[in-house]
């Protein structure tokens, strides 16, 4: 009979290190597990946290007071030139079976961490790409009722780092879903990849816990002639014209400013990287610090693209 475990730190699931206990915490190995596990929830009272690979994520340092669920799904498997996988595969695996299988369509992927159901709910992109363009259907179960939902690319409702799965708010659990690929030449998907990496290990803070870019980058027309002046150089198609929200922050002389063991990244200034010690409020001080700065100077508001636990 599976069961909740009771007060379990989150840190250790959060890729910043930083986080307070769950009040309970499940494992689900299996789709059936998750379906036991949101009904049990349900009977207790308890509201449910869906918890990814946790790359994307700023968890409170009061934790969750309910159930912290983490779909470990974690099969792939190929058809042709479709693959289907479980929400809780890494996209770092997603990618290497990818390459063993000859399937090209991901290389835009290359360093991208979490899972893929995080990456779903979250349209995740880079390079100018978006998983949505992978997609070909989801599977998901109603946080509420159990119910299984199957949704096609349409309906799932993919925009800028959206989807129908997080305007939902944690409504539905991600199972799995099939995407769409290309039969291509192993090597030269590997080689791709592996230029996506090395291009983030050249520009990220990778070597401090991170939750990658804190907040959305910003559409050109929100950002005034005169601003813009100073950013030509780095507009960029994503998948939309934008201004780097990095290059504002660095604009605004906001670089290495730091509270607590939190510390606005001096290589990547839309990184706040934890150099030891970090709490949630840290982070929270320099989000709410960045937001306000880049107000008064630029007039922009700036958005989290990270989700506050
Ligand atoms: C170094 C670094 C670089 C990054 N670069 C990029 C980038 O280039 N592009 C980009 O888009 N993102 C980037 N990210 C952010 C992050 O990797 C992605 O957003 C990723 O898709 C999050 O997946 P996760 O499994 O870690 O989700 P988590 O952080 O665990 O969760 C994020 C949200 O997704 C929800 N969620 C997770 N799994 C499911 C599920 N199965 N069903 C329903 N909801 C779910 C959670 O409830 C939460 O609200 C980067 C992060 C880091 C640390």
Redesign the pocket.
């Known amino acids: 009979m599976p069961k909740f475990q009771e007060n379990v730190s989150l840190a250790g699931f959060s ?1 910043y290190k930083i986080g307070g206990p769950a009040k309970f915490f499940f494992e689900a190995k299996n789709q059936q597990d998750v379906a036991w596990a949101v009904g049990e929830a349900k009977k207790l009272g308890e509201r449910v ?9 700023l968890i409170s340092d009061d934790g969750f007071n309910g159930l912290v669920l983490k ?1 470990s799904l974690n099969f792939i498997e190929a058809d042709g030139e479709m693959l289907m996988a479980g ?1 809780g595969v890494l996209m770092f695996e997603l990618l290497d079976f990818s390459v063993a299988k000859g399937l090209s369509g991901l290389e835009w992927a290359g360093g ?4 893929l ?3 779903i ?2 349209n ?3 390079f100018g790409r978006e998983i949505k363009e992978n997609i070909i259907q989801v599977e998901s179960i109603d946080t509420n009722n159990a119910e299984r939902h199957t949704r096609n690319n349409q309906e799932c409702g993919f925009g800028y ?1 959206n989807s129908i ?1 997080k305007e939902l708010n ?1 409504g ?3 199972l799995s879903a099939f995407l769409k690929m290309e039969i291509g030449d192993a090597a030269a998907i590997k080689k791709i990849m592996q230029e996506k990496i090395d291009y ?1 290990l050249s520009r ?1 803070p ?1 070597d401090y816990p ?4 804190i907040f959305k980058n910003v559409p050109v027309e929100l950002v005034s002639p005169e601003v813009l002046k100073d950013c030509a150089d780095v507009i960029k198609q994503d998948p939309f014209p934008i201004v780097p929200a990095a290059r504002l922050i660095g604009l605004a002389g906001l670089k290495r400013t730091a509270r607590g063991g939190a510390m606005i990244s001096e290589k990547h200034g839309n990184f706040i990287i934890n150099t030891g010690g970090a709490t949630a409020a840290d982070v929270k001080y320099l989000i709410d610090l960045v937001k306000k700065k880049i107000k008064d100077k630029f007039g922009i508001t700036l958005e989290e693209e990270v ?1 506050l636990l």
């Open positions: 890729n946290f869906i918890l990814g690979g946790g790359t994307n994520l779909p929400a991208l961490p979490g899972t159901g995080g990456a709910r979250g995740a992109g880079a780092r799965f944690g539905e659990v991600i983030r990220q990778l991170n939750i990658g870019s989700q």
